[in-house]
Each structure stands twice: as structure tokens, then as C-alpha cells.
């Protein structure tokens, strides 16, 4: 019986020191919600940096109830479309709204820049004159998002203002544009791919290398290529665009345009000189050795088909497995391309 007693009053002692140290916790985290505005030492309360806004580092340490209240007393706005209006935003920063701050990893400036309209121009203005930082990058920058927006006058501002013309996207894992692999893309490439070519343009001049290559080989001429956007592979061609570079699957800025069967942008190409014959280079894939005239005739292209034997192209090459571009053709019933091809070779 003594034992039993003995044990009882040890654990009614331990419940007492529970219950005090609980107690205490609970009037330091008052005195540091409630009290006089300082931050308790542990534990601060999570939050989220939709909400609150603020600089870089603050992902990875919550906000203090002070700073969400001065994020909110500063940007009632904070999280709506109207903050990216020009005037809000201004009274925003006055009131003490970091120009810095991201809505969950994106910068405001990126997020803006990438918004359409004047107001969108006029926003990013503001921020940048409050000190935004202009080459900030989680993956994109706010001259990418721009550009592959296309809001020219917003490439504009942020190039006036420093942004760096020849920044890569950063982050392996952007799934930005899909099919060209977003690691490594430029604000040019991105505008390319769209085929906003008044974009284009204010970027090569103010220095966009047009032979930038992506994590995954591709260049501003073959995006704007493989997408039939003629204006802007004409734009990227006047620059210096080399034609003939080929991404890690050894394509050309000519054979994306010839599967496509962008006929008018093939002609652009060939017109400037593109190599007809290059043959994909690439041993992990099927079309090794393949043309871009094998490409059109798979997919069906007549009209590409056309275009690629009047400039030159062999219609006796053969890929890696010994077949021609009539073969490829025939083995998808293309019967009109085989004709056409045969009647080609045989003129040869």
C-alpha cells in the first residue's frame, strides 16, 4: 500500500511541474502577441508569405506578429489584383511595404511584370524607384515574366532600369514552356517561343544574344521556328541567329519548322541559308539520322515537302535503320509525299 501512495504522490508532483511550466508558456506567448508588441523568443507563429510580404530570408523564418501587423496596417491590398495598380501600390510602399517582397516565392516585381496593361508599366515603375531589386531571381525575373508576357513597355522599364538581358531562368524544375526544357531559357527565348516580335526586338537591342542555347539545347530562333512565328524568326535572323546550331536531341531551328509544317517559316530559313541536309544527331533517339525533310514527310507536310526539295534536300539520305524520307513517308501511307519524293530522286 505505502508503495502505491509513494508512486501516486510522484506522479501528482510531476502533473504540478506540467502544469506550471504549461502556464508559463502559454503568458509568454501572451506577452508576446498581446503585450507590448515585442516577439516571444519561442515559438514564433507560422504564417505565410502570401500574406505577409516579406523580403527574401522570411520564407524560412515566420513573421512576428509586429511585422503582420505592419503588413497589414501597410497593404490592406496585399494578395488582390488591386495592389498591382500603380497608385495602391505607391500608398502601399509609402505606408511601409517592402519593394522586395515575394507572394509565396515570386517577387512582386516579377509578379507585376508579368501582369498586362499600363497599370501593370506604371506598378513595376514604382517599385523599381523604391528600390526594387530588378535581377532578383526564383527561377524567373521580372524581365523574363515580361517578356514571355510580352508587355513591351514593361521589357522596357526593366531594361532602362538594369535588368540583365542574358539572365537564365535558375531553377531545373520551372515548368515555364513546356517542350523546351524552362532551365537555362532567356527573357529572348521566351518572347521567341509567343512570337511577340515588338518584344523581340527591344531585347536585341539592347543586346539579347539571339545563340544563348537552354539547358536542353534550344535558342530563341528555334523556338520562334518550331512555333511558325516567321516575323520573329526574321527579327532573330538580322541579328546574327546562327541557323544551323542543334539542341541535345539535334534538332534544328529548320526542323522544328519542318514538322510543323510551318511551310512560310522554312522557306524564311532556307532563304537565309539553312542547311537542308543536317540529320538529327541524337543516338538515344529513334530518328536518329532523320532530315528535316523526313520529318515533314512523317507528319504529313506537303507543302513543307515541297519547299525542302526545291532548296536542295536529299531525298536519297537514309537514318540510322537505312530508310529514306520515301520510306518514312510510305510507312504512314503519306502515298501524295512518296509520289512527290519519288518524282524528285528521279530528276536527280
Do not use: Y
Not at 6 to 21: E, Y
Not at 84 to 93: E, M, P, S, T, Y
Not at 175 to 202: C, E, K, M, W, Y
Not at 225 to 252: C, E, P, Y
Request: aromatic content about 4%; some cysteine; hydrophobic content about 45%.
Amino acid at each position: 500500500m505505502t508503495k502505491w501512495r509513494d508512486m501516486f504522490k510522484k506522479g501528482l508532483a510531476v502533473t504540478r511541474l506540467l502544469t506550471k511550466a504549461l502556464m508559463g508558456l502559454g503568458v509568454a506567448l501572451l506577452l508576446g502577441v498581446w503585450g507590448d508588441g515585442q516577439e516571444a523568443s519561442k515559438p514564433t507563429p507560422p504564417s505565410s508569405n502570401k500574406t505577409a510580404g516579406f523580403p527574401s530570408g522570411h520564407e524560412k523564418q515566420p513573421p512576428t506578429p509586429r511585422q503582420l501587423v505592419q503588413a497589414s496596417n501597410a497593404c490592406p491590398e496585399w494578395g488582390t489584383l488591386t495592389l498591382f495598380k500603380a497608385d495602391v501600390l505607391q500608398r502601399c510602399i509609402d505606408e511601409g511595404l517592402n519593394p522586395n517582397a515575394k507572394i509565396e516565392k515570386e517577387t512582386l516585381l516579377t509578379t507585376v511584370a508579368g501582369m498586362s496593361g499600363q497599370d501593370a508599366t506604371e506598378a513595376v515603375q514604382v517599385l523599381l524607384e523604391a528600390g526594387a531589386d530588378v535581377n532578383e531571381q526564383n527561377g524567373t525575373s521580372a524581365l523574363m515574366a515580361a517578356s514571355r508576357a510580352g508587355h513591351t513597355a514593361t521589357v522596357q522599364a526593366v531594361l532602362d532600369a538594369g535588368g540583365n538581358v542574358n539572365a537564365q531562368i535558375n531553377d531545373p524544375g520551372n515548368p515555364i514552356v513546356h517542350g523546351l526544357g524552362a532551365h537555362g531559357l532567356t527573357a529572348l527565348i521566351l518572347a521567341s517561343d509567343v512570337g511577340h516580335t515588338a518584344t523581340v526586338q527591344a531585347l536585341l537591342d539592347a543586346g539579347a544574344d539571339p545563340n544563348l542555347q537552354n539547358k536542353a539545347g534550344f535558342t530563341a530562333l528555334m523556338a520562334a521556328s518550331r512555333a511558325g512565328h516567321t516575323a520573329t524568326v526574321q527579327a532573330v535572323l538580322a541579328v546574327g541567329a546562327d541557323l544551323n546550331l542543334q539542341s541535345k536531341a539535334g534538332f534544328t531551328a529548320l526542323m522544328g519548322a519542318s514538322r510543323a509544317g510551318h511551310t512560310a517559316t522554312v522557306q524564311a530559313l532556307l532563304d537565309a541559308g539553312a542547311d537542308v541536309n543536317v540529320q538529327i544527331n541524337d543516338q538515344n533517339w529513334k530518328g536518329q539520322g532523320w532530315t528535316a525533310l523526313m520529318l515533314a514527310s512523317a507528319m504529313g507536310h506537303t507543302a513543307t515537302v515541297r519547299a525542302l526539295l526545291d532548296a536542295g534536300a536529299d531525298p536519297d539520305l537514309r537514318d540510322k535503320r537505312g530508310a529514306t524520307a520515301s520510306d518514312v513517308a510510305g510507312g504512314r501511307d503519306r502515298t501524295e509525299i512518296v509520289r512527290i519524293i519519288e518524282k524528285a530522286a528521279a530528276f536527280r
